[in-house]
């Protein structure tokens, strides 16, 4: 961002003396910039960069989607003023899209929650002498008893779900069902496992599903150096500098967010199954064709590191994931 220097004869924090052409002052370092100034003038200033902006952002977009690789060939090449930096780039597209995918699931939710209150009528206590002759109320024994056989398994261990539930319960007890020994650790995953069993199901999936979801933008970050280094060993003989594999990194994970962004809207105006298949399939090949203008092999040897690429990369997807959900119950 353009910094503005509206300039002083002294420096206001030690009076002195400076040149038109200080910016600093040479003995004190504080910014020879008039901070006091009228809001037209902030506005102003706040346009002029949006404009600057707006200017790489518009000389960003067409070889950004019609030119795979090409803004990181200039970025290797140091050809970078006239174009935004792969950085805020996938920051700006990323923050749409997450932005838009909480949207959607809040309107998800909503709905989903208005149609189930809708649907449950509100329980009626009836009474049996005012109920027409013949029709007689008959309660199943073993459905009392139902909650008394339900099981749940913890680390190879079966636990009755009406003792976990129990108020008397203690963490101790169950630390002591499963033969661990009586640590602060120990004692702290059987109170999480009690606190599991006691909650409502519904709630602990809608738990784990938000959770995941304001994470989501962090975890995808995380796969951001991952993938670098990933394109790193899999283009090993080419020498590339790790900085290059992250500006790769960085343009295509943004692609795939536009591409998962632009979906969302499609299937907002129609719903069709092929959406999804056709935005994976736009991912896959501007991917390859991205990595055949960037890393200059033949295409056989592009597509089949890709195909070999997407493995390790799924797993590391999984792998996070599945970190977060270890986290999500740990902090419930």
């Excluded at 206001?12 to 004190?28: G, K, R, S, T, V």
């Excluded at 174009?83 to 920051?91: D, G």
């Amino acid at each position: 961002m353009r910094t503005f220097y509206r300039k002083k004869s002294n420096c206001q924090n030690c009076q002195y003396p400076l040149l038109d052409n200080y910016n600093f002052c040479p003995h004190c370092g504080q910014d020879n910039s008039d901070k006091l100034v009228p809001f037209s003038t902030l506005v102003s200033e706040f346009f002029s960069n949006l404009i600057g902006y707006d200017s790489k952002l518009a000389k960003s977009v067409k070889p950004f989607l019609w030119k795979p690789g090409y803004l990181t060939n200039e970025f290797i090449a140091g050809r970078r003023a006239s174009y935004i930096h792969p950085l805020r780039l996938y920051f700006v597209i990323s923050f749409f899209y997450f932005f838009a995918l909480t949207l959607a699931y809040k309107q998800t939710t909503d709905t989903a929650s208005a149609n189930s209150k809708e649907q449950t009528s509100p329980a009626t206590d009836v009474d049996v002498d005012d109920l027409p002759t013949g029709v007689n109320i008959t309660t199943n024994p073993d459905s009392l008893r139902r909650d008394n056989r339900e099981e749940i398994d913890i680390f190879g261990k079966s636990f009755s779900i009406d003792f976990l539930k129990d108020k008397r319960t203690t963490d101790p007890q169950v630390v002591d069902s499963l033969g661990w020994k009586q640590t602060a650790i120990n004692r702290y995953m059987a109170h999480q496992v009690i606190k599991f069993a006691r909650a409502d199901s519904q709630s602990i999936g809608a738990y784990f599903r938000e959770y995941l979801l304001n994470k989501a933008s962090l975890l995808m970050f995380f796969m951001l150096p991952i993938f670098a280094l990933l394109l790193k060993l899999f283009y090993l003989r080419r020498k590339r500098y790790y900085v290059e594999h992250l500006t790769f990194s960085l343009h295509i994970h943004a692609f795939a967010f536009l591409v998962l962004l632009l979906m969302m809207g499609v299937e907002k105006i129609w719903s069709n199954d092929w959406i999804g298949t056709i935005a994976f399939l736009g991912i896959l090949v501007y991917g390859v064709v991205a990595a055949r203008n960037v890393y200059r092999q033949s295409w056989t040897k592009t597509v089949f590191k890709g195909f070999l690429l997407f493995i390790p990369y799924t797993i590391c997807v999984s792998l996070i994931t599945t970190i977060a959900i270890i986290i999500a119950g740990l902090i419930y």
